[in-house]
T-cell receptor, first 112, second 111 residues
């Protein structure tokens, strides 16, 4: 049973650039949530996608946007990158009728 | 604003002893409670979930919930060096809502 997968593993960008991160949920899951984890901090909820729509959003600016595809995979886009966007970006998948979320391995984004 | 508080540690426990990790939360509407383990450089791994007041046991792990005190804890019995990691407490209002995490407690099991 394939777990949650994310790509790429690592990414280096410069300030002002744009980045797209990708996530494939665990088999049987239909809901994808994205989190940002800065060094030494707990993950912070960015947003959640279900049925190809953003269902819930955390306290993140509009520079952070996303998309969910018919196969339930998802993308996280960040525009106008700031140094403070450097973090581990985590994707978690779940089935909409449950609340248990399983995390992928994450994408480490470094903004120079 | 929803907050989850954890002692950042490090919490140092001798091998074979019981490790006790604590978490408090601010939102009385919270319905679901989770403990995740995160090794350095890795992603969080789910250990346990708990929804009702009282204790829930799974192997060497016991989660305890007290909604009146807004308090969740995780006990690890017979601690092993492989238990050394950061333990994250997370809560939500139920359903598939986004999780609110604490900053995590860094646990060190001393051989």
């Amino acid at each position: 049973d394939a777990g949650v997968t994310q790509s790429p593993t690592h990414l280096i960008k410069t300030r002002g650039q744009q980045v797209t991160l990708r996530c494939s949920p665990k088999s049987g899951h239909d809901t994808v949530s994205w989190y940002q984890q800065a060094l030494g901090q707990g993950p912070q909820f960015i947003f959640q996608y279900y049925e190809e729509e953003e269902r819930q959003r955390g306290n993140f600016p509009d520079r952070f946007s996303g998309h969910q595809f018919p196969n339930y995979s998802s993308e996280l886009n960040v525009n106008a990158l700031l140094l403070g966007d450097s973090a581990l970006y985590l994707c978690a998948s779940s089935w909409t009728r449950t609340d248990t979320q399983y995390f992928g391995p994450g994408t480490r984004l470094t903004v120079l | 604003q929803k907050e989850v508080e954890q002692n950042s540690g490090p919490l140092s426990v001798p091998e074979g002893a019981i490790a006790s990790l604590n978490c408090t939360y601010s939102d009385r509407g919270s319905q679901s409670f989770f403990w995740y383990r995160q090794y350095s450089g890795k992603s969080p791994e789910l250990i346990m979930s708990i929804y009702s007041n009282g204790d829930k046991e799974d192997g060497r792990f016991t989660a305890q919930l007290n909604k009146a005190s807004q308090y969740v804890s995780l006990l690890i019995r017979d601690s092993q060096p492989s238990d050394s990691a950061t333990y994250l407490c997370a809560v939500n209002e139920g359903g598939a809502d986004g999780l609110t995490f604490g900053k995590g407690t860094h646990l060190i099991i001393q051989p």
